[in-house]
């Protein structure tokens, strides 16, 4: 007996070891999408809490409504109701708000016009006049071929939220547009794997590699939010005014970005007892299911992921989108009994007339508002793990294209002519290697950071009048140079004279 004893303790030891194992780590995958990029069909449903998540719009509710007058959704007294709109092509049911084209570039050629071949199969609605609601279509397809006559297809998901919130004492507000989103994925027709979504009943995959250019046109009713977001290289933006809303064009070149995921200590997330909770963690790490971390939180948990996870990449994608927020007035809380206002991107931005800017990168996560001050400098905060799978390093890129009126406005400077003085340091705060250029051109400041290593740099920026730019005299041996800048120093080995 007390053999048999002996062997049930062991195997219990063991057994209780191996559970408590299993529960130390936990597996994660860090998202590089809002909760928004992966929708490819529209809907209308009733929103029971309103937020922003990195700058960006968050409704939650999982009740599908009708309509805007779905009796069972407008009953249950929800906070809002939110018609998340797929753009459809521009024809004559559908004058705004709509797609006017799409051209694609490949291989550096040039940009030839994609063939329309139709929508994605899914959920669409029509137009709702009576509550100025636009009609909902699904993801738009298109076709081009390269030099070598190969067709190669495209999804195009031109995006928008229209919300109808609820406001004290009763009723709901008009129309609100909160939120925009353009995005074009290289695609795969009659795949195997994990379906985007259907197209004439076939299986439709991303195809995550092989780069590409794009251009595309749309007419929104509402003007764009003031200010963009996104994964691309290159952007750039145009409008042309309409009686009522823009015309807007929007390039540039789809970017690589390094993804990761894998097994994690538990004990990771304890470190930030105001993100992801215990409970969610140790439940995912009993159960064996993936905790995904949301563009939101990711920036706190970058580092020690990055670390855990031997900063390695696990895949590299492709992506071409641009986002962005306008501010809208929502019904908060039952308890606050209070209207509030959510979003917005700070007054020098929302005071400006016209668009101010966008930010493009292919990094993992990066913060996605506009600039603000911190200190004496504006700065973004970027991470994405050194290494690709191939254990090269990352290669970081980083283009700011912004108004200057807003950049003096935030800085509180003269309308004279900017400087910048740019600089990509590393957690620790030791400068990294950086391609860096500032152009300021008929009032818009370029701002272009590249060939940096990644983890989680921090790109800072210094704005001064260009007329503090001062020159200094620098001498080695019977080598002489002149150094000019806002703070100038002597390069290596050289000596400062008067």
């Known amino acids: ?178 939120y925009f989103s353009v995005d074009i994925k290289e695609i795969n027709l009659n795949s195997l794997g994990q379906c985007l979504f259907l197209f004439k009943d076939k299986c439709v995959t991303h195809k995550t590699t092989g780069t590409f250019s794009a251009e595309v046109k749309l007419r929104l009713s ?32 789809s970017v690589a970005v390094p993804l990761i995921e894998g097994s994690v200590p538990t004990s990771l997330f304890a470190k930030y007892p105001r993100g992801i909770t215990s409970q969610m963690v140790n439940t995912a790490a009993q159960n064996g299911t993936n905790v995904e971390i949301d563009s939101g939180l990711a920036i706190m948990y970058a580092t020690d992921v990055f670390t855990a996870l031997k900063e390695k990449s696990t895949k590299v994608v492709n992506f071409w989108n641009i986002n962005g927020s306008s501010p809208f007035t929502a019904f908060c809380a039952e308890d606050l009994q209070v209207d509030c ?45 050194h290494l690709l799978p191939n254990s090269q390093a990352t290669v970081g890129n980083f283009n700011l294209e912004a108004s200057s009126s807003m950049l003096r406005c935030i800085y509180g400077l003269p309308d004279l002519p900017l400087f910048a003085e740019i600089s990509v340091v590393n957690d620790a705060g030791i400068e990294k290697i950086a391609t860096k250029s500032f152009l300021e051109k008929k009032g818009v400041s370029y701002i272009s950071v590249n060939n940096f290593s990644f983890s989680v740099p921090k790109i800072k920026i210094k704005l001064y009048q260009s007329k503090k730019r001062v020159t200094i005299n620098c001498v080695k041996g019977k080598v002489k140079k002149s150094v000019s800048g806002v703070k100038p120093t002597c390069p290596k080995g050289y000596k400062k004279v008067a």
């Open 1 to 178: 007996m007390k053999k048999i004893g002996l062997l049930f303790s062991i195997l219990a030891l063991v057994l209780s070891s191996t559970q408590a194992i299993a529960a130390e780590n936990v597996s994660v995958s860090i998202g590089v999408d809002n909760q928004n990029d992966n929708v490819y069909e529209s809907e209308i449903k009733k929103v029971n809490w309103i937020g922003v998540n990195n700058g960006l719009p968050y409704m939650y509710g999982l009740q599908k409504c009708e309509s805007f007058n779905d009796l069972d959704c407008l009953n249950s007294n929800p906070v809002g109701i939110v018609a998340t709109t797929i753009l459809p092509l521009c024809n004559a049911e559908n004058k705004s708000n709509c797609l006017l084209l799409l051209r694609i570039g490949i291989a550096g050629g040039d940009k030839v016009e994609a063939s329309y071949l139709g929508s994605a199969d899914g959920n669409k609605f029509p137009s709702d006049a009576a509550n100025g609601i636009s009609a909902g279509s699904t993801s738009s397809i298109f076709l081009v071929k390269d030099k070598d006559g190969v067709q190669r297809y495209f999804a195009l998901t031109a995006q928008i939220q229209q919300l109808k919130s609820r406001k004290l004492p009763v009723g709901y507000r008009d129309v609100q547009v909160p």
């Open 222 to 253: 509402n003007d764009p939010p003031k200010w963009l977001a996104g994964r691309m290289a290159d952007p750039t933006i145009k409008f042309t005014k309409l009686a009522q809303g823009k015309e807007v064009v929007i390039s540039g070149a």
């Open 341 to 385: 206002l959510q979003g917005g991107s700070g007054p020098c931005v929302e005071q400006s007339k016209d668009f101010v800017g966008l930010l493009a990168t292919n990094a993992l996560i990066f913060n996605r508002n506009p600039p603000r001050l911190i200190g004496d400098e504006i700065q973004f905060l970027l991470a994405s793990p």
